[in-house]
């Protein structure tokens, strides 16, 4: 009898275990979770997967399952790594503008401001960055922490062109140089915000506002011209003046010397 009661406990003990998985720390049942690094292959793939299809589309218009198919991966896979899609997001946008300072502070190595803005004109021009910002801006007004990364990634380059353009500035001036590349930040922000705007960052024009900015210049920088709206979309995107690559950038002292006049100086 004896026997018979320890094989039925042993049975009841089996299926409860069958009936009853372990759960992990995070709460779900199944398989462990593991903490998402771009060091590993998966987590890196559903990055970058989620970068290209932001720079493409709202996010609201970007679902768990068409990540996780772009990404080659299956929707369980993508589950054990984040807890659900704001976490994915949040994710993104924290590595995308960490990334994005480390990019800044390697390039900008110069105290010139023309090449400074072309580091930020190309940081922001790029679809992928531009759908990190449109993400995180979106994101923040429903909680602020979403665009908390986006917002200290700007107080770091604010902070950083000031010291190195403005270091011999006054104390009391420093303010409003400041607020002058905030200025020149905004005009960027406002550009990757609305892609289809009038705010196109390819123009000489809106180049030459933001070098002005950048350079204290705020009094001399011109506004930016609004096109007329009945115009169409191929008439207002007439052959843009694009800069060459050195018309704004610091003259090379070794041309400007072999320009000089041969006869040397002209007699009064």
Known sequence: MSFLI?????RILYFGIKMNPPVNKAGRRGRKRIVASLAESKTLALYREGRSLLSRNDLDQVSISQVS????ISVGAFYVRFRDKDAFLDFIITNAFAQARASFQEQADVRYAPNLADVLIRQFSDAEFAGIVRAAIKLGFLDEHHREPFDEFRAFVSEHLAEMLFAWVKTGERPQRIASIDSALAILTL???FPNSEIDLAEIETQQ???DLLSGKSASAKPLSSKKLSHT????????????????RKPNEV????????????KI
């Open 6 to 10: 320890y094989r039925i406990r042993i």
């Open 69 to 72: 198919k772009a990404a080659g």
């Open 191 to 193: 550009a990757a915000l």
């Open 209 to 211: 506002v933001i070098v």
């Open 233 to 248: 979309k191929s008439q207002s995107k007439l052959p843009k003046s694009r800069r060459e690559p050195e018309s704004l």
């Open 255 to 266: 041309t400007l010397k072999s320009k000089g006049s041969a006869r040397g100086p002209e």
